[in-house]
């Protein structure tokens, strides 16, 4: 009796094995997909001038080259990641690499501010889709466990990592070829993506359209939320674009006023839209109701406005500063590049086996908060041996540390159903939060400069980058208070050991 049940373990472990072999491959277009947009989220800040140069920019409207990716990006999240629910993950998916890639080339092509202006936009279009879309497949392929954990361990590592890259691959394309290839760099890789991805990623299942009484005829119940999209949509734009002008218009102008005035009925609307009058919400308010989504994702807010303009304000010190060129500055980001992936991917997923995710995301948000702090004492006679390499050491660790339990708790305990609308939420949140974070520390910055000049103190060369720089370890103090709140999932969940 003994031999068939030896026969039958060997099949099942057989078939867990297939499995595991076929999921894995989707892994790997998930994360080369978001790598290309958060990459493309900083590729083109090193190669900013030479784009001034080239398509002859006036100095305001050249904030916009990243300002447009930025605002269309953090509007859009929300309603992507709800096509991924509603329309199938791999045709959402696909649809997304295909904008995001042919708006990459027409920017390259750009022969003017305006076009490039608009490319930049309708390519963040493409990207809203597209990484809502990709965490959704990953949080749909890999059951909750230590297989998920471990998949977004690495999604989490290389989205990290892109940001890094962006600086560097920004500046040695500049450099050694032309802004023009920041840009159309992505066509050879979307391509290649888009035939892995139509290859490996599984057929959409078909739903059967019901009617509210139970026919199969239409599914007004599981249609698009139009209106919740245009609403979240203006009023997230609204309030970046209010937030962002404020060094050059300051906060008691009309457009800032109006534009503030637009966010708050935007936002409203959406509010009561999604809670009263929508029958197919686009972010189901029944998702706050779970502490790790509503804690979580004001952990993430506050990271996002510290961990995402950490690269802007690095950027400007290591170029205006300290003097370094575009291929120089993009190597001068190698540590923390290293660092947050080598310890996002592999560190962190291996510590959670052993200690609470909430408590790992505490600790790695205390350190991150020190790097940021040692960062803020920077000296007008540091270089980058003295002044960048020891603060990116610590925060880097941080970082590393802290993503990938936020990543993981903020998108536990949810359906499948709302998997999109919980990516998109998640993604939005951390958008929103660089994008207002970059406007608001920007701002506290020119304040602490004018303040200084209408008292007639001196001013510190570097005083707007301290200050920055001290606001963000505050911030990250913040998170680590915040994740006390957040939910303990069993530690066995979060076992990376393969079996």
Request: charge should be neutral; glycine fraction near 12%; include cysteine.
């Amino acid at each position: 009796m003994t031999e068939p049940t030896t026969t039958n373990t060997g099949a099942g472990h057989a078939r867990r094995a297939d499995r595991a072999s076929a999921v894995w491959p989707v892994l790997v277009v998930a994360c080369a997909a978001e790598f290309m947009v958060v990459l493309d989220a900083s590729v083109v800040n090193v190669a900013l001038p030479a784009i001034q140069a080239g398509l002859g920019f006036a100095p305001a409207g050249l904030q916009w080259v990243v300002t447009s990716y930025a605002l269309v990006f953090a509007g859009f999240l929300l309603l992507g990641g709800r096509f991924a629910d509603l329309y199938g993950r791999r045709r959402v998916f696909l649809a997304g690499l295909v904008v995001f890639t042919a708006a990459s080339v027409a920017g390259g092509l750009a022969v003017s501010p305006a076009m490039l202006v608009i490319s930049r936009g309708v390519q963040a279009l493409g990207a809203a889709v597209l990484a809502p879309a990709s965490l959704t497949i990953l949080t749909t392929t890999f059951s909750e466990g230590p297989q998920r954990v471990r998949a977004l361990a690495i999604w989490t590592a290389l989205a990290s990592a892109g940001g890094a890259a962006g600086n560097l691959l920004g500046g040695v394309l500049t450099e050694y070829l032309t802004w023009r290839a920041t840009l159309l760099i992505n066509l050879p890789i979307g391509a290649v993506a888009v035939l892995l991805a139509a290859r490996i990623l599984p057929a959409d299942r078909h739903r059967a359209a019901t009617t509210p009484g139970g026919g199969r005829d239409a599914e007004p119940a599981r249609g698009l939320d139009v209106p919740g999209a245009v609403a979240a949509t203006v009023g997230l734009v609204a309030l970046t674009f209010a937030v962002s002008g404020v060094p050059e218009r300051g906060w008691g102008s009309l457009t800032t006023v109006g534009a503030l005035a637009v966010a708050v009925v935007g936002l409203g609307v959406f509010v009561a839209n999604e809670g009263w009058w929508s029958q197919a919400p686009l972010v189901p308010l029944r998702l706050f109701r779970l502490r790790a989504v509503t804690v979580g994702n004001t952990a993430m807010l506050l990271a996002g406005v510290s961990l995402m303009p950490m690269w802007y304000f690095l950027t400007l010190y290591m170029q205006q500063d300290l003097g370094l060129s575009a291929l120089a500055t993009g190597l001068g980001f190698l540590p923390h590049t290293v660092i947050t992936v080598v310890v996002g991917a592999q560190l962190a997923p291996r510590l959670m086996a052993r200690i609470p995710a909430r408590v790992l995301l505490a600790a790695g948000s205390v350190l991150a908060a020190a790097g940021f702090w040692w960062q803020s004492l920077i000296d007008p006679a540091d270089t980058y041996l003295s002044g960048i390499l020891g603060p990116a050491v610590v925060m880097s660790v941080g970082v590393g540390l802290l993503n990938t339990p936020l990543t993981t708790l903020v998108t536990s305990g949810v359906i499948d159903d709302d998997a999109g609308a919980a990516s998109g939420l998640m993604n939005t949140t951390k958008q929103v939060g660089g994008a207002l974070g970059l406007a608001a520390l920007l701002s506290i910055g020119a304040a602490y400069t004018s303040a200084g000049r209408v008292e007639g103190d001196p001013i510190e060369p570097l005083g707007g980058f301290s200050v920055a720089f001290g606001v963000m370890a505050l911030l990250m103090i913040a998170v680590a208070a915040l994740a006390a709140a957040l939910p303990t999932p069993d530690r066995r969940s979060c076992d990376t050991t393969v079996r």
